[in-house]
């Protein structure tokens, strides 16, 4: 366990108006993010008083606070099954299953492809929160699909840069509701948290962050078609928001996805028990490619549709326009 670390800053003229998180960023060696949690948590006072990380600092406002160690977690290695699409001795892509969790998180903290991987890979380097051991990208729990995992330290650092330059070429395959009325299109709208339900994202948040998503129907059914999404960003539910946003959900969304949809949806009886009998989001990261962190040639990788994607797509065959 490390030191409590404690600080003061007398905010100078040429600091007053920033973000309060920003102010303290520019001081430490920590993250935003991580100083801006801190903030919500109470550790930083304004003055003697707790403020929310937003707050606007102003000349002579007297900021004290204390940061916490960072907390190492550990995490048991267990036997999960993992299917490998490729490897070598510098990344391993492989097909995430609906229902497995990526990384350890409050609450869940076994179970996860964190911890099939260090059972079968305990050499795998963590990053710097130390519970993401080879993680460079994340699929949501009910997102099927390829994904890539760094071996090292020196691919983790390519991988994650190829990500961040946004090099890195993702695809994927949804099923939404409704007929889409041209055969291809953009989605341009802000993401950010939800301004009521912050375990939700919304196109509509005060503070949300620039997204855009490319989209083209590869088959268009009665009241349903499957489209293949390209990411041009990676935020959060990008996919699953930006469908809804244009009210066209992918099916068996449980959180974007309203029963109002369902209703209009056009099928027959057995379509329809179908539809309902979905468990989780039709959304699969169906193609990825980047370059090699060693060799540099661009790898493309496929990752094959589930058999619950596999099933709806046969029961809407029926009805093809």
């Known amino acids: 366990?490390?030191?409590?670390?404690?600080?003061?800053?007398?905010?100078?003229?040429?600091?007053?108006?920033?973000?309060?998180?920003?102010?303290?960023?520019?001081?430490?060696?920590?993250?935003?993010?991580?100083?801006?949690?801190?903030?919500?948590?109470?550790h930083v006072l304004v003055d003697g008083i707790v403020k929310k990380?937003?707050?606007?600092?102003?000349?002579g406002d007297l900021i004290s606070g204390a940061i916490p160690p960072p907390v190492r977690l550990v995490f048991d290695p267990e036997p999960i099954s993992i299917d490998s699409l490729y490897e070598d001795n510098e990344i391993l892509v492989l097909n995430k299953p609906a229902g497995l969790v990526v990384h350890p998180a409050p609450g869940n903290y076994s179970g996860t492809l964190v911890n099939g991987l260090l059972y079968y890979y305990p050499e795998l380097v963590c990053n710097k929160d130390n519970i993401r051991p080879g993680i460079v990208h994340r699929l949501d729990k009910n997102t099927s699909g390829v994904l890539v995992v760094a071996k090292n330290n020196a691919s983790h650092n390519n991988l994650a840069n190829q990500f961040k330059d946004r090099k890195v070429k993702?695809?994927?395959?949804?099923?939404?509701?409704?007929?889409?009325?041209?055969?291809?299109?953009?989605?341009?709208?802000?993401?950010?948290?939800?301004?009521?339900d912050r375990k939700k994202m919304s196109v509509k948040s005060r503070n949300g962050r620039y997204a855009r998503t490319f989209w083209r129907v590869l088959k268009q059914y009665q009241g349903a078609a499957l489209l293949e999404v390209t990411l041009d960003t990676g935020r959060t539910h990008q996919i699953r928001v930006h469908c809804a946003a244009i009210g066209h959900p992918v099916?068996?969304?449980?959180?974007?996805?309203?029963?109002?949809?369902?209703?209009?949806?056009?099928?027959?009886?057995?379509?329809?028990?179908?539809?309902?009998?979905?468990?989780?989001?039709?959304?699969?990261?169906?193609?990825?490619?980047?370059?090699?962190?060693?060799?540099?040639?661009v790898s493309f990788f496929k990752a094959p549709l589930p058999g619950d994607m596999k099933r709806v797509i046969e029961l809407l065959g029926s009805q093809i326009k």
């Not at 100078?12 to 948590?41: E, H, P, Q, W």
């Not at 990380?53 to 000349?59: D, G, N």
């Not at 068996?252 to 056009?266: H, L």
């Open 53 to 59: 990380p937003c707050y606007k600092v102003a000349a």
């Open 170 to 196: 993702k695809k994927y395959l949804a099923l939404v509701y409704g007929n889409l009325k041209s055969s291809k299109g953009v989605i341009e709208l802000p993401l950010g948290r939800h301004p009521v």
């Open 251 to 297: 099916i068996g969304d449980p959180v974007y996805c309203s029963a109002k949809a369902y209703k209009n949806f056009i099928h027959d009886q057995n379509t329809a028990a179908g539809i309902i009998s979905i468990k989780r989001q039709m959304l699969h990261a169906w193609k990825l490619s980047f370059s090699h962190p060693v060799s540099n040639k």
């Open 1 to 42: 366990m490390g030191e409590i670390e404690s600080f003061t800053i007398r905010v100078c003229a040429a600091d007053s108006g920033m973000r309060l998180d920003a102010l303290i960023s520019a001081y430490n060696k920590n993250s935003r993010t991580f100083l801006a949690k801190i903030v919500r948590n109470g």
